[in-house]
């Protein structure tokens, strides 16, 4: 009896240890994928390997936040077929949301690649804005989001004067400045 229990203990570690090292191949396959695409010089490979993605009439809502944040893990700022596309993918969900958070990535992207951000957000912009149109969907500047909404200045907390004039608001010494007596 025991060495039947022995027997059958040592035919699962043995399945066990085949299923772990399944899963850490497979792991490695998708990562090493993904790092041949990043270290290709020619970027049309990584182009059409997310344009094919986001084009598949099958994907589902998950497999398309994967696809967006492996676009966004990427060091690279898309190309407009590829922002194209994930926008498509985005309608055809029927998730305004997400498609408003993809742009918000880009234009985050934009404005950590280079000094002069504006330049290549706006030349994403203007190269998607007939596909912004065709699905209805608004750019950020358009609804606002481009500016905090719920911006209070309190001179005694903001540590940097140039937030004051980006948003508009003058920077006060301290509270004492404020005349509370005023009627």
Request: hydrophobic residues 40%; aromatic residues 12%.
């Amino acid at each position: 009896m025991a060495s039947k229990l022995l027997r059958v203990g040592y035919a699962l570690t043995k399945n066990l240890g085949q299923i772990r090292q399944a899963s850490a191949v497979g792991g490695a396959v998708s990562q090493g994928f993904l790092q041949e695409l990043a270290e290709e010089k020619d970027s049309s490979k990584f182009d059409q390997h997310f344009i094919n993605y986001f084009n598949r009439p099958e994907i589902d809502n998950w497999e398309l936040r994967k696809g967006l944040t492996e676009l966004h893990l990427m060091d690279a700022i898309p190309e407009p077929k590829v922002v194209e596309a994930a926008l498509r993918a985005c309608r055809r969900i029927n998730d305004f949301a997400l498609t408003i958070r993809f742009l918000e990535s880009i234009k985050i992207k934009c404005q950590a690649s280079v000094t002069d951000e504006k330049a290549i957000y706006a030349y994403i912009i203007n190269e998607v804005k007939p596909v912004l149109d065709e699905l209805g969907i608004s750019t950020l500047e358009d609804l606002g989001y481009d500016k905090p909404e719920l911006f209070l200045p309190e001179s005694d907390w903001w540590w940097e004067n140039k937030w004051y004039k980006e948003y508009g608001y003058d920077k006060l010494n301290s509270y004492k400045d404020i005349n509370f007596n005023a009627k």
